[in-house]
């Protein structure tokens, strides 16, 4: 966004216009170059514009490599968020349940004493504290709905004693009419709060527009210690949505935010993350985000009823025997056809159907590598191997059969390890944090399962220095992609593992090639010996 047409340095009128980030213009080059050392620091490959379809997003004033760093921030409001768990309204640390510090103001939780006596809660203390209808303070663990209403309450203080912060929160996009008519019950609650029950209220137009920009634009992260927050933030809320996102977003223990290309980007093309999880199903990605962001996706993905050929959503049909599937070729919302047959379905059904499996799975409390298969062969023969349901037996059968190490279970792991590394090269593809630790995850698999069939003699030397080649190349990949993820954040843990894993995979992988040169050397000198007076045959060299 050019924010002004006069000269960066010297406030003349301008022509110029920066060729890297396209958002400050000059009067001439060497004013240009003046003022290179302040403009360094916010020059980014980055321009924000408008359209009546997509409203404000960002797009790339240049070709961007995968992994760049575009845009890093810190948030101007932090809270917890409508799920918190305990959680101190100072300090924002966990509040653990036996050692709750009421404050004798406002009598919610906080964690200590020293958190008790803090300025930074003060002003909010006497606002909670003026609630007369007895809404109330947390009590006790657990997801806790009020939570929803401090950042709230932090958002409106901002008006009063922070301009800045306050046309902020005025600028972020907040659909309060479709709010106001949606009448959503933790909405229109924090309305009320805001509004009736509290001294000094504030005016509920006002709530209905605040509590709508905190829902549209916060992004949840997460504290040192775990603890669920979200933050609002200056401009990264500017980055629309997409099913097929090309930047990924990762917070560290402070909350800063980083904006990363996950891919190669060209100039010209909108910035996007994914406003849900990449392994939703259409119905379930499209009705958040009508019900949360009023926007109805049109990407590559939603736009393609067979999700980019992953059939991510329809099963097979059972009917046919063309092998189609029952897809939603007019929306989600319409009754779905077989690809191949067109017979057609009820899409409320296909959905019940889907999320009973998907049920059915979260529930079981143990699987063995035996039923693993049985229930994975009966899901594949129902959904394609790149389904949602697949996805979500397959996710629960890798937790359930973690450190069991028999050849059944490796054998099932390494296969949906790499079946959901297919998933995530369509959905999420490039450095993403997902796909950083599940290539650590396949290889540690690949790796496991290679050695016990070796043991156990139905793998060659040369088959199980293919498999340690194969995990190397998945370590290296991760351990680029980890190595990316902000330095003060609990993710360098994996980051730790997958370099770890990596040098004992490639030295057993040298050992491995050492010893195979000496048998050779071992049988060529057996060979040599036994056959006097031929051309004397050498091991090949260069190998180890
Ligand atoms: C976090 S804001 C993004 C910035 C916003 N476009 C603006 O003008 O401020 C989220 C809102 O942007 C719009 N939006 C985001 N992604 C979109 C998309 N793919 N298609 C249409 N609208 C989108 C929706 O109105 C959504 O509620």
């Not at 709230?152 to 912060?165: F, N, Q, W």
């Not at 190669?264 to 993350?273: A, M, R, T, W």
């Not at 046919?320 to 070729?329: A, F, L, N, S, T």
Request: charged share 25%; proline share 5%.
């Amino acid at each position: 966004m050019v924010t002004s047409d006069v000269c960066g340095e010297c406030g003349a009128a301008a022509g110029l216009t920066c060729g890297g980030c396209g958002n400050i213009k000059y009067c001439d080059k060497d004013h240009q170059r003046r003022h290179w050392k302040i403009h360094k620091n916010e020059c980014r490959p980055i321009k924000e514009i408008d359209s009546t379809q997509f409203g404000r997003y960002m797009v790339a004033t240049r070709d961007i490599e995968r992994g760049q760093l575009l845009m890093k921030e810190s948030p101007y409001l932090v809270g917890p968020t409508a799920t918190s768990d305990l959680i101190c309204l100072t300090c924002h640390g966990p509040v653990l349940d036996n050692n709750i510090h009421f404050c004798p103001g406002c009598k919610w939780p906080l964690c200590c004493k020293e958190c008790v006596g803090s300025s930074t809660h003060a002003e909010e203390c006497t606002i909670l504290a003026s609630d007369k209808k007895g809404i109330g303070p947390p009590k006790g663990p657990g997801a806790n709905p009020r939570y929803d209403l401090i950042l709230v309450i932090r958002a409106l203080l901002l008006r009063e004693k922070d301009s800045k912060g306050w046309s902020m929160v005025e600028s972020l996009a907040n659909h309060t009419e479709q709010r106001m008519r949606d009448k959503e019950p933790h909405h229109m609650a924090a309305v009320r709060f805001c509004s009736e029950m509290i001294e000094p209220s504030f005016e509920a137009d006002l709530v209905h527009k605040v509590h709508g920009a905190i829902i549209t634009n916060c992004i949840n992260t997460h504290g040192a210690r775990g603890e669920t927050l979200r933050c609002l933030y200056p401009t990264i809320p500017r980055l629309n949505h997409s099913c097929q996102p090309n930047v990924t977003l990762r917070s560290d223990d402070d909350n800063v935010l980083f904006v990363r290309a996950a891919v190669d980007i060209k100039k010209g093309e909108p910035l996007v993350f994914n406003y849900n999880s990449a392994l939703d199903p259409v119905w379930q990605r499209q009705s958040e985000l009508e019900n949360i962001y009023y926007f109805t996706c049109v990407c590559g993905r939603c736009s393609d009823p067979t999700e980019m050929g992953t059939h991510f959503s329809s099963p097979r049909c059972p009917d046919c025997k063309k092998g189609g599937y029952i897809e939603p070729i007019d929306g989600p919302d319409k009754p779905w056809k077989c690809s191949k047959c067109s017979k057609e379905r009820d899409a409320t059904e296909l959905i019940r159907e889907a999320e009973e499996a998907v049920a059915d799975i979260e529930e079981k409390k143990e699987i063995n590598p035996k039923y693993a298969q049985k229930m994975m062969d009966k899901y594949t023969d129902l959904y394609h191997s790149t389904h949602y349901v697949w996805s979500k037996a397959a996710t629960s059968v890798l937790r359930h059969l973690r450190g069991i190490s028999g050849r059944g279970s490796l054998t099932l792991r390494r296969d949906l390890q790499q079946g959901i590394l297919k998933l995530l090269d369509i959905f999420e593809p490039g450095y993403t944090r997902r796909r950083g630790v599940t290539l650590y995850e396949a290889a540690v698999v690949e790796i496991s399962a290679a050695r016990s069939d070796h043991a156990a003699k139905r793998l060659l030397n040369v088959e199980l220095m293919d498999a340690h080649e194969k995990a190397l190349e998945m370590l290296d990949e991760s351990v680029t992609i980890l190595g990316l993820e902000p330095p003060h954040s609990t993710e360098v843990v994996w980051l730790e593992r997958a370099r770890v894993t990596r040098k004992t995979v490639e030295d057993s992988l040298t050992a491995l090639k050492n010893k195979m040169n000496l048998e050779k050397e071992q049988i060529m000198a057996i060979v040599n010996k036994n056959n006097p007076g031929v051309v004397k045959i050498k091991p090949v060299t260069g190998e180890s």
